[in-house]
Structures are given as C-alpha cells and as structure tokens.
C-alpha cells in the first residue's frame, strides 16, 4: 500500500513532527508510519494469548497449583491487562502522548515476558518434578512470587500500550483529507486482521513451540518479538505525526461531579437557558463540542452549570473544577445512560474466561491424537475458537446483512444493541454445549475406571469441545463488534478516547467476575463433592457451566428490559431537530 498523493509540503493544523513543528504531509504519517504501529498490535495478541491460552497446564502440572487457583491467575493476569488500558489510556492522554506510551509500557512488558522466561529455566524457580505415589511438592512463596512479578509487570506493558495503538496509528492519517480518511478506514481492517494473526500464532505455533520444544523457547520468542517490535517501532520516529495531548475523559467525568457536588445546596432555575454553556465560554477547544440539549434525567449534575451573578458574559476561561458548560454535563450523562449497557455486557466475558482456563484443563484429559502420531496441544483447542471468529464475520456480511435490511430495514443489518444481544445468546449456548459434553466425558471416565487418574487420558475425543469454542468465537464476532460499535457511536464527540476504555473495561470486569465465581463456588463445594477438583473426573464441572448459563439467561433479561429502554444519541438529538456531527 503506498502514501496518499501529497499536497506539495502543505502542513497539517492539528498534527506535529518529532520536533514539534507542523508535519508536513509529505514526509510525514501516511501508511509507511502506519505499518510500523501494526507490529506493536500483532506482538500484544502473541503476547497476551501466548501466555493465557497455556498457563492453566504449566501452573498444574509444573507448579503444582490446583485448578481453581490456576483458572484465578488467568483471569486475574487477564483481567489486570485489561483494566490497566484505562490507566494506560490516561496516562497517554494527559501525561505522555500515545507515542512515549508505547515505547515505555511495551519495555516494560519485554521485560515480564523476560522474568518469566528466566523462571522456566533457572531449576530453583520451579518445585521438583511429581514422583510416584507422592503428593507433589507445590511451588514456594519465593517461585509464586517470581511467576507473579513477571506475569504482572506483563500484564501493565500489556495494558498500557494497547490502550494507545490505534489511537497512534489512526493519528498517521489526517481526516480532513478524502483519500487518507478512506486510507484510515483500511488501518483498522489492518489492524484487526493483526490481532486475528497474532492470535492464531500464539493459539497454534507458539503453544506447540511451548509444549514440543520447550517453554523457555515459547517464552522467549515472545521477548525476542516485542524487542524487535520496539526498535522497528523506534526507527520511523522522525516520519510519525503526533497530536497534541488532549486531556482524559475520566478528568471532565470527576469535574462535573465535583461541581455538582459543591453546588448542591443551590436552586436549579427553572429555565435552563441561564445555565452555562458552550456559547458562553470564549475557549476554543470548547467551540469544537457539539452543543447537546439539555435532558431531564440525572437533573443532580445540572448544578454543575449553574452561574454566579456576577460571571460575565463569554468568560475566557473557567475552573472546571467548580463549573462546568452544560454541554459537558450532558455528556457525562449520555456515559451514565450507557452504563446500563456496559454492565449487562460483563457475563458474555465471564463466559470468555473459560475458554482458557476450565475448557483447556478438559482438553488435556481428553484424546487429542489427530492420526496415529500427532498430538494436538490442548490449549490450540483455541484455534477453533479464532477460527469461528474469522468466518462468523464474513457470514455476517454476506447473510445477515442482506437478511436485516430485507427484513428489519437496517442498512448495517443489525443494529449494536442486537448484535451484543446475538452475542449473549450464543454464549449462553456455549455453557449448554460445555455442560453436556463435561457430562458425556465423566461418564466415559467412569465406564472406563479412570476417575481416580487425574492425568489418565479419557478415551474421547478432544473435538468434542469444539461447539462451545465455536459459539463463545462466534459470540465474540457479534459482541466485540457490536460493543465497540455502540461505545464509539454513543460516546459524545468530547468523549470518544473513551469509548475503547468502555469497551475493555467490560473484558477485564469479566475475568475478575469469573475469579470471585470460582472462588465461591470452589469455597461453598470443596467440603462436600466439589464441582472444581483438582482431578477433573471427580468434579462436577457441569455444574460450574450450567451456573454460567443460567446466569447468562438471567442477565440477558435484564439486559433486553436495559435495551428496550435505551435510546440512541442520533434519535434523540433528531427529535431535537439537532444533526449528530
């Protein structure tokens, strides 16, 4: 792919050079710059699902965890990366800038990857190999506490780079000009076709690397990836462009409620006009808000636009701490009116969570021979997983689209809200296929005297998993997509570098919720006939997935009544007779 078609040397008025002057549009940005961005992207998936997608097998059979305990540390090194964007993402936005945040937090996560391939060879970090007819020495404080150092400090790189990559690649192209925004739109097909290859490596070769070769060869190729993608990354710092820092959305969210909070005790006016807004204030960056009508919902926060007599007319500047323009209190209502939303979101990532940890510990029971000779790694059980992925979203495209505008009159075929919604469902299928097919393998333990082997291999076959890994794939294609639609087409334009925030913040919640659920459960059962043994074929395991269902049902109930009651920004403001920019 080449550079758009250059305006002789014009500069662009809202994007610098390394130096600090205006870019130039000929030497600077474009997809040449872009490139260099994707590879940061494709490492983070090697990374992130290279470690996740293997750990359960590693923490059980070399450090001698337990399978509750070991399905918390995935979560929990998940759901940390995840929550961590939101850090990095402030820090990028009012700190740093998106370049610096990259080239430091992807450092950072060379250097998890590195302690934590150190750890798979220095015999002292790991407890001494199981012997027969012993209980297996578990690992010591001193090798959990290396395992976490290095698994955490992976988990903030993780985190704050990711939270400022398509941030910084979309930043190389400039949106005003036709031919570099049509060049934007193909950096993200770009960028999620990277994170769909970064994904297949790590669920196929790198897993196979780990399991075959050795871990530290895995691991190591990982460090080994990051480093190069960090000094490629470096060499085209004289052609980026870069934008000046912004400031953070959470900042204006905090603002408004402080406001609020110390003009409680005043009167709202009955006339709204007399609060302050964008027209009021001489700011330009504020004169770049759309203006949004006022609404009655959450009336609290319009005491953070309430004026003092004496405040004259289109002040230059005003302490957002103590005022703030109705416009900005709109917009932090139309984040609470999503909330709703976000929170009904949660369990489908709840149900993610498990695709790596309980589903991969069944994988390892069960026969994964493909032939006589070859032996699928149980975690590239995963790959079926990204499969249904890649193709849900071309048969989306082909079938459902036409199937919605013919029957719905929907132009995009299904609209944000349907499609999470379509996404929940087949999550929800997912732990009825988990919980039948966990069913089918005790029973074939049982006839075959094995369940007292908890590394006996269950004649079964492994593609018996394969459905619940297809519909939680395909639940993602519909989820994923629809939740970054919504966030991106419902964030206020003020607000938009929060919309990715929104959107991972579901996952990370996600992988917590599902620790605090295994723990419970694990808690409640262990004394009596525990659903999380150690050794699988003594679980009930099937319980676990018919509790995710049935907690999936009762969240999606919930979740219809919160999108019944929603209502698009567009709509709203047409009702107004306001366009949405």
């Not at 912004?246 to 402080?258: D, E, N």
């Not at 890994?469 to 570098?497: D, H, N, W």
């Amino acid at each position: 792919m080449s550079l758009p078609d250059t305006q002789n040397d014009t500069t662009l008025p809202d994007a610098w050079d390394y130096q600090g002057r205006p870019a130039k549009r000929s030497s600077t940005g474009g997809w040449t710059s872009a490139a260099m961005i994707l590879g940061v992207e494709a490492n983070e998936r090697l990374t992130t699902l290279g470690i996740a997608v293997n750990l359960v097998p590693y923490l059980t059979g070399v450090m001698h965890l337990g399978n509750a305990t070991s399905a918390n540390t995935v979560t929990n090194f998940l759901g940390t990366s995840f929550m961590l964007c939101l850090l990095g993402g402030f820090v990028g936005d009012t700190f740093l800038g998106r370049y610096l945040t990259i080239a430091i937090f992807a450092t950072v996560q060379a250097t998890g990857v590195t302690i934590l391939t150190i750890s798979t060879i220095v015999p002292s970090l790991r407890p001494p190999k199981c012997v027969a007819g012993q209980d297996c020495v578990p690992a010591t404080g001193t090798q959990l506490m290396v395992l976490y150092v290095a698994l955490y400090l992976t988990a903030l790189g993780t985190g704050g780079l990711k939270s400022s990559v398509s941030g910084f690649g979309s930043d190389q192209f400039d949106d005003t000009n036709k031919q570099e925004r049509i060049q934007m739109t193909n950096f993200f097909n770009w960028f999620f076709f990277f994170i769909s290859l970064g994904s297949l490596a790590a669920v196929t070769v790198l897993v196979y690397v780990q399991d075959n070769v050795g871990r530290q060869w895995g691991y190591g190729f990982i460090a080994s990836s990051i480093v190069i993608g960090i000094v490629v990354f470096l060499s085209r710092t004289r052609r980026y462009r870069f934008k000046k820092l912004v400031g953070s959305p959470l900042t204006q969210i905090a603002a408004v409620f402080v406001a609020a909070w110390r003009r409680r005790h005043d009167e709202l006016p009955s006339d709204t006009s007399v609060l302050l807004n964008v027209d009021d204030v001489a700011d330009g960056k504020m004169k770049l808000k759309q203006k949004l009508p006022h609404s009655k919902q959450f009336r609290f926060l319009d005491k953070a636009a309430i004026t003092d007599p004496d405040m004259p007319s289109g002040v230059a500047v005003v302490n957002k701490w103590y005022i703030s323009t109705l416009t900005d209190v709109e917009e932090v209502k139309q984040v609470i009116r999503m909330l709703p939303i976000w929170a009904t979101t949660i369990i489908f990532w709840t149900i993610y969570a498990q695709m790596s940890t309980f589903s991969v510990a069944q994988a390892t029971t069960m026969d994964r021979h493909v032939g006589k000779s070859f032996e699928i790694p149980a975690a590239s059980l995963t790959a079926f997983f990204v499969g249904s992925i890649l193709l849900t979203v071309p048969v989306y495209d082909k079938v459902v689209v036409p199937a919605g505008r013919k029957f719905l009159n929907n132009p995009q075929g299904l609209t944000p809200l349907q499609r999470i919604g379509t996404g929940l469902v087949l999550s929800t299928l997912a732990m009825v296929s988990a919980a039948l097919t966990e069913i089918k393998r005790l029973h074939v333990a049982r006839s075959h005297n094995l369940t007292n082997g908890p590394s006996a291999v269950v004649p079964i076959s492994v593609f018996w998993l394969v459905p619940q890994f297809f519909f939680v794939g395909s639940g993602e294609a519909f989820t994923y997509i629809g939740q970054l639609a919504f966030f991106l087409r419902e964030c206020p334009k003020g607000m938009k570098t929060m919309s990715t925030g929104l959107f991972l913040s579901t996952l990370s919640l996600g992988c917590f919720f599902s620790s605090i659920l295994v723990s419970i459960v694990h808690k409640v059962t262990r004394n009596t006939k525990p659903w999380l043994a150690n050794n699988l074929n003594q679980g009930k395991l099937y319980d676990f997935y018919w509790l995710l269902a049935i907690l999936s049902v009762l969240n999606f109930m919930v979740y219809l009544a919160c999108a019944k009651w929603y209502v698009y920004m567009e709509k709203r403001l047409a009702e107004e007779g306001i366009e949405l920019k």
